[in-house]
């Protein structure tokens, strides 16, 4: 069973540019959320996509926006980057839910975002 | 608002020192604890999810348990390699999101 994947690894910008982040979600999940954690801080959700649709948004500005594919991957992109952009990028898939219980979300490594 | 708290935010053990580590939560409709152990520079990773008060989990040394307020992990003769820093999350009812703590920085020394 592959596990979630993200790319790039790392990634250097300077304020104003755009940056797009990709993930791949764990084979047989249909559900992928993003989350920003800065340095020292627990990760704050982004938004999440289902079925090629955002699904939930968490407290971010338009300019951090996103595409769900066929295939279920995904990728976050943020535009006129700020310095307070900086921060580890976590993409999460987890399988649709299921009545009360809540499907449990798996992490990819990440993807390291610094602005300059 | 969802809130969740984690304490201590630091904690040093010797090996084979047992502790326990602290989740305070408030949330309506709770509908999932989770606890998740994150490395350095790496992406979280699943441990636990607990739906109910009175609920238990064991995994190896790791034991985690809930009540309405808050849940615990309990680290039973810890290894060096149990080093990391251990996050909490909850998900309430008909909401997607997960929300953290900050997380507690566990280190075991040999």
């Known amino acids: 069973e592959t596990g979630v994947t993200q790319s790039p690894t790392h990634l250097i910008k300077t304020r104003g540019q755009q940056v797009t982040l990709r993930c791949s979600s764990q084979?047989?999940?249909?559900?992928v959320s993003w989350y920003q954690q800065a340095l020292g801080q627990g990760p704050q959700f982004i938004f999440q996509?289902?079925?090629?649709?955002?699904?939930g948004r968490g407290n971010f500005p338009p300019r951090f926006s996103g595409l769900q594919f066929p295939n279920y991957s995904s990728e976050l992109n943020v535009n006129a980057l700020e310095l307070d952009d900086s921060a580890l990028y976590l993409c999460?898939?987890?399988?649709?839910?299921?009545?009360?219980?809540?499907?449990?979300?798996?992490f990819g490594p990440g993807t390291r975002l610094l602005v300059l | 608002e969802d809130q969740v708290t984690q304490s201590p935010e630091a904690l040093r053990l010797q090996e084979g020192e047992s502790s326990s580590l602290n989740c305070s939560y408030t949330v309506s409709g709770l509908r999932g604890l989770f606890w998740y152990r994150q490395d350095p520079g790496k992406g979280p990773e699943f441990l636990f999810t607990l739906y109910s008060a009175g609920e238990e989990k064991e995994k190896e040394r790791l034991k985690a348990t809930l009540t309405k307020k808050e849940s615990f992990l309990h680290i039973t003769a810890p290894k060096p390699e149990d080093s990391a820093t251990y996050l909490c999350a909850v998900r309430r009812g008909g909401s997607e999101k997960l929300v953290f703590g900050k997380g507690t920085k566990l280190t075991v020394n040999p």
């Open positions: 084979s047989g999940h249909n559900t």
């Open positions: 999460a898939s987890s399988k649709p839910t299921s009545g009360a219980l809540q499907e449990t979300q798996y």
């Open positions: 996509y289902y079925r090629e649709e955002e699904n």
